[in-house]
């Protein structure tokens, strides 16, 4: 059975809630006694205003009658006091609204700083499988939406909405307490069409905002994603490709837009219509009344004012009301980013990795990304304490797989991944992590300097630890001979370097490190050959007394390992050191003779 109209509108407004009950503790939070204090004070300084804001209407009645009276000058038709009221009054609503704000400012931004936190570690947490499938452009619109929405929400909501009605309230009683209950019902019945024509004509216009929201993302998502690849859209020379792209998102979010634009045209000139039935029938009552002598000209005006007075904040309740929609449909994505459950999470008796030998063990381990392709079979291998063992295959054999599972980025289909006999399951992530140092085959810096992308391996390391770990990785040199040296900064994801120069800097981040165990995950792929020979000696000088795992397509650079194990279709193919490997003739020996062969055409082809 189909859900209704009435099943989805209860469900929206249960979520809606939900979201409201989760935002409650940010904005009266625990252990934070100065924040809950600012929450009084700023409430007091509402109702100051309100109230103050309620009587200027009176104040002016009682001028106007004063000038109506029969007097022999100014200041005898209108005491100097009543003067002085009247405006003192006018400054002391508005300077309670802004000493309101200015204490309750505080409490918001505090709310959307540990919310916007909370959520980034949440994000860093969630497995390498949710990024993959996430675009990164509309993840950080999400969480940027989301933010604002929350303060948004707590400021108008909470200083808007409620003192509106509040005002509303205080308005009916003083008109029925004055003259009789005809001005409170028109006063009220003329709020309650404006309020529901509002809501009606805003919740209609909602699709129009989402729609626009949607088309934002995507352009965002769109232009971030080129921008982030800026290189490759160059070589390929698909500058107008991007364009165009970016124009038909941009194009999508103008339509949604104007549509959005025209919906507030239409409920703006409904609001106006409104208001003008609700005004002119109270004023119709005022001026029968002062033509009968019940009322006078000061009432007159006063009920006036009363009525513009209230136009201003009701004026704003359908963009008040739209925003807060807005608000929680934002904080909704955001609290369902929040909900995300974890894929990788500790073991609720985790406990930190001990490290005695370094001894690392893949035992029958399989493991696919989508359970329709499996990457790993059945996959077991071992490297002993300080020992050097490569695995090497043709591209998609399940090489790199191995080191993600090693460091705990996915978890195991079946089988286990143990250091020193401790399953990678059974303790915590952090400290397993930190016992391993990674060299990635896809080097990706930090948009900051060469010594902050290298000092990001021990972000607490001397600067001659930093020197010493880039001499090692043979991008000292590099460094110094730049004109603003270390402080060089790399540009986004480290597009001002080569291939080789980022390798490198991972390398050196890698051993400054000093890690018990090392990965190197086609560390040296981007090296051209005469440097990839140089740094070799330095690997294996930072790899000597550590047990290292080395994954390869190019054969030279493993061929002294202690083990070499070959995958093919995510299985183990052959495994030995490389004479034996090479006197099997098999696959191993195969794909060497390949790289030799294509070696020396391009040395015979480069003369």
Known sequence: MRPTTADLHQVKMSRQLHVMRRLLPYLWPRHRRDLRLRVVVALVLMLAAKLTNVYVPILLKHATDALTADAVNLWAAVPLGLLLAYGGARAGARVFG???????????????????????RHLHKLSLRFHLDRRTGGLSRAVERGTKGVEFLLTFVLFNAVPTVIEVALVSGILWWMFDW????????????????????????????????????????????????????????????EARRYDRGMAAYADAATRSRMSLSALNAAQSGVLAVGITAIMTLAAVGVARGTMTVGDFVMVNA????????????????????????????????????????????????RVTDGRVSFDRVSFAYDERRPVLRDVS?????????????????????????LLRFYDVDAGAVTVDGQDVRAVTQESLRAAIGLVPQDTVLFNASIYDNIAYGRPDAPPEAVYAAARTARIDAFARGLPDGY??????????????????????????????????????????????????????????????????????????????????????AERGTHAQLLARGGIYARMWHRQQTAAEEAVTAAQ
């Open 98 to 120: 802004e000493a309101r704000d200015a204490v309750f400012a505080r409490v918001a931004q505090d709310a959307v700083r540990r919310l916007g936190v909370t959520v980034f």
């Open 182 to 241: 005809r001005f409170a019902a028109v006063t009220l019945v003329t709020i309650a069409a404006f309020v529901a024509l509002t809501f009606r004509l805003t919740e209609w216009r909602i699709r129009f905002r989402r729609a626009m929201n949607t088309a934002d993302g995507d352009a965002h998502s769109l232009a971030v994603d080129s921008l982030l690849n800026m290189e490759t859209v160059k070589a390929f020379t698909n500058e107008d490709r």
């Open 306 to 353: 009363y009525l513009i007075q209230l136009a201003v904040p009701l004026n704003m309740l359908g963009t008040v009301y739209r925003e807060i929609k807005q608000s929680l449909v934002d904080m909704e994505e955001l609290f369902d980013l929040l909900d995300t459950p974890l894929e990788v999470v500790d073991a609720p008796d985790a406990a930190p990795l």
């Open 381 to 405: 291998l071992s490297v002993p304490p300080g020992g050097r063992v490569a695995v090497v295959g043709t591209t998609g054999a399940g090489k790199s797989t191995l080191s993600r599972l």
């Open 487 to 572: 402080d060089t900064l790399v540009g986004e994801r480290g597009l001002k370097l080569s291939g080789g120069e980022k390798q490198r800097v991972a390398i050196a981040r890698a051993v400054l490190k000093d890690p018990p165990i090392m990965v190197f995950d086609e560390a040296t792929s981007a090296l051209d050959t005469q440097t990839e020979q140089a740094i070799q000696a330095d690997l294996a000088a930072a790899a000597r007394g550590r047990t290292t795992l080395m994954i390869a397509h190019r054969l030279s650079t493993v061929a002294d390992a202690d083990e070499i194990v070959v995958l093919e279709a995510g299985q183990v």
